[in-house]
């Protein structure tokens, strides 16, 4: 196994979220190697390819699977894509993205250590679902061999079954700091404080010198409802 993060991300019709997504991790993902697998449940190849992008993968999705107790079949869909991503790359690292996220920071010094005693780390908990979610969603490939994630396995949403494994091995798991299971903490912000701007997404937090650092954004359904065309503007100016 080599020292490199598999990033696995599943597009559907939003390459110019993939984009930016992919110019932050560039920019943020520092000490260690890193390829990007983008699994396409539309067809747009050639659009997102044209960026000519280095370390880098196109799969092609499937849109159309069954919904197969998944709480939607665009949430199968979604699931199933992950798990095809999740099959490829030997990267000793591999982390789960929604497209419309996007790094703020530097962050794996920080982060990628606690999995030795985590079986992942999540960015966000949903309490009616008691699961975490992979919009930022980070383990070791041996974990997932071990305890046989199969993220087509429907549990609660996508992403659920990382939960349900932890739970039934008795794991411990760790979810950062973040916006969305803390509303006090949108005052900080960087891209929009206080959602002034945009009015939905989250942000997530590492620890630094005992102080929140922020690290992650999340837009928040925009692939399904439209984008606020004021994200792209404040990303591409964030990420200059």
């Given at each position: 196994m080599n020292k490199t993060i598999d990033f696995i991300i599943?597009?559907?019709e939003s390459f110019n979220l993939a984009d930016l997504l992919v110019k932050s991790?560039?920019?943020?993902?520092?000490?260690?190697?890193?390829?990007?697998?983008?699994?396409?449940?539309?067809?747009?190849?050639?659009?997102?390819?044209?960026?000519?992008?280095?370390n880098f993968t196109y799969l092609k999705g499937d849109n159309n699977v069954p919904q197969k107790g998944f709480p939607s079949q665009i949430s199968s869909a979604h699931s199933h894509g992950l798990q095809k991503g999740l099959t490829k790359g030997n990267g000793e690292y591999v982390c789960f993205l929604d497209v419309?996220?996007?790094?703020?920071?530097?962050?794996?010094?920080?982060?990628?250590?606690?999995?030795?005693?985590n079986l992942f780390i999540s960015h966000r908990w949903e309490e009616h679902r008691k699961?975490?979610?992979?919009?930022?969603?980070?383990?070791?490939r041996s974990h997932c061999k071990e305890f046989n994630i199969d993220l087509s396995e429907a549990y609660q949403d996508s992403g659920g079954i990382f939960t349900k494994k932890a739970n039934d091995h008795n794991l411990s798991y760790s979810i950062l700091p973040?916006?969305?299971?803390?509303?006090?903490?949108?005052k900080f912000h960087t891209v929009d404080p206080n959602r002034?701007?945009?009015?939905?997404?989250?942000?997530?937090?590492i620890s630094e010198d005992d102080k929140l650092k922020p690290f992650f954004w999340?837009?928040?359904?925009?692939t399904l409802f439209g984008m606020d065309e004021n994200w792209f503007k404040l990303?591409?100016?964030?990420?200059k």
């Open positions: 599943v597009n559907y991790i560039f920019k943020y993902t520092k000490s260690y190697k890193y390829h990007i697998y983008l699994v396409d449940n539309s067809d747009q190849e050639e659009l997102f390819l044209k960026g000519n992008y280095s419309d996220t996007c790094f703020l920071n530097t962050w794996t010094n920080h982060v990628i250590p606690q999995l030795d005693k699961i975490a979610r992979p919009q930022f969603l980070i383990t070791k973040n916006s969305y299971n803390d509303h006090s903490l949108r002034k701007i945009i009015k939905s997404g989250e942000q997530a937090f999340h837009f928040g359904r925009g990303l591409k100016e964030y990420l």
